[in-house]
């Protein structure tokens, strides 16, 4: 066989859609995606940043277009499904993207875990776990009927040991690492082998989700939370956005041709550090 690394890691051509598409991951991926030739929908609850970042990637929307969608809307994900299809035709792709924790479930002194509000904890829950779940029956159909398709779900160091104060948020990534393989059995058995279904796990990016847990509000200095984290990264630093790229690109592209149902740690070592 003859091999190229532009033809094994290209996703040329491919109709991305990606919720949570305008927040800082998911925009760095959209980014990249463009770059590389990809056709991209930004399906995110925020249209405003969304439509801005399309506009700043590319002015006559040809390439990506920017559709407001709320994950936990099944009416409004099917809106934005019909207007890609009616774009560009057909999806390879669908990003689970849109996801985060909220300070309101999250224990501190003054929270204490006993005290959590209900809808805080189910707010944080139905949004990482639902908001992979109902996103990826409506467009994994159209995968079936297609016969391929791609899903990568965004799951979290949490899910392979919680961390302390977010205990909605790591028990929903457990549950969006777990649905991961769920499906890519249930796709591969009762559709297609060519629906693959995997999921990254990135470790600590600094972004809105964490900020508050990681630095200081007045010093911008670490928060001890941060320093312990910092000390169990053998990398020795957090993770820029950009530095998940390479791996979604390899889980899209044809190089991952045969991998279906893994959950891939992005994370500097975190995941594989005992601490001692
Ligand atoms: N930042 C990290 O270190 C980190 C680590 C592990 C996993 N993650 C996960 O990565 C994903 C992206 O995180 P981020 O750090 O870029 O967060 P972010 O807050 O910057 O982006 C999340 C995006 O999702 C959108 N969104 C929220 N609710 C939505 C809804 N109901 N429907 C549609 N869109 C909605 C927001 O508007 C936002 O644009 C999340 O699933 C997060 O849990 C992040």
Redo the contacts with the bound molecule.
């Keep these: 066989m003859n091999f190229s690394t532009n033809e094994l890691f290209s996703i040329k051509d491919k109709v991305i859609c990606i919720?949570?598409?305008?927040?800082?991951?998911?925009?760095e991926l959209v980014k990249a995606f463009v770059q590389v030739g990809a056709k991209v929908a930004i399906?995110?609850?925020?249209i405003d940043?969304?439509q801005t970042l399309c506009n700043s990637l590319d002015k006559k929307n040809e390439s990506v277009i920017a559709l407001k969608?709320?994950?936990?809307?099944k009416n409004?994900i099917l809106e934005s499904v019909n207007k890609v299809i009616e774009k560009f035709g057909y999806i390879d792709v669908l990003i689970?993207?849109?996801?985060?924790?909220s300070p309101k479930a999250t224990t501190s002194p003054i929270q204490p875990f006993f005290d959590l509000p209900k809808d805080s904890l189910q707010f944080v829950f139905d949004?990482?776990i639902m908001?992979t779940i109902i996103p990826s029956q409506i467009i994994g159909k159209h995968f079936a009927e297609r016969g391929k398709g791609i899903i990568l779900n965004?799951?979290?160091?949490?899910a392979f040991t919680p961390l302390t104060k977010i205990a909605a948020?790591s028990a929903a990534?457990a549950g969006v690492s777990n649905f991961t393989q769920w499906l890519a059995v249930h796709m591969a058995k009762e559709y297609s082998s060519k629906i693959r279904v995997n999921a990254i796990?990135?470790?600590?990016?600094?972004?809105?989700?964490?900020e508050f847990l990681l630095i200081d509000e007045k010093t911008k200095n670490l928060t001890p939370r941060g320093e312990t984290i910092i000390n169990h990264i053998p990398a020795g630093k957090?993770?820029k956005?950009e530095q998940l790229v390479g791996t979604v690109i390899w889980l899209l592209s044809p190089a991952a041709e045969y991998v279906t149902g893994i959950i891939v740690p992005v994370d500097g070592g975190f995941s594989a550090f005992s601490g001692v």
Aim: hydrophobic share 35%; no cysteine.
């Design positions: 919720t949570g598409g305008a927040g800082v991951l998911g925009a399906m995110d609850r925020n940043v969304a969608t709320d994950v936990l809307d409004s689970n993207g849109a996801g985060g924790n949004l990482n908001g965004v799951s979290s160091m949490n948020y990534k796990a990135p470790g600590f990016f600094l972004t809105k989700q964490n957090f993770g956005s």
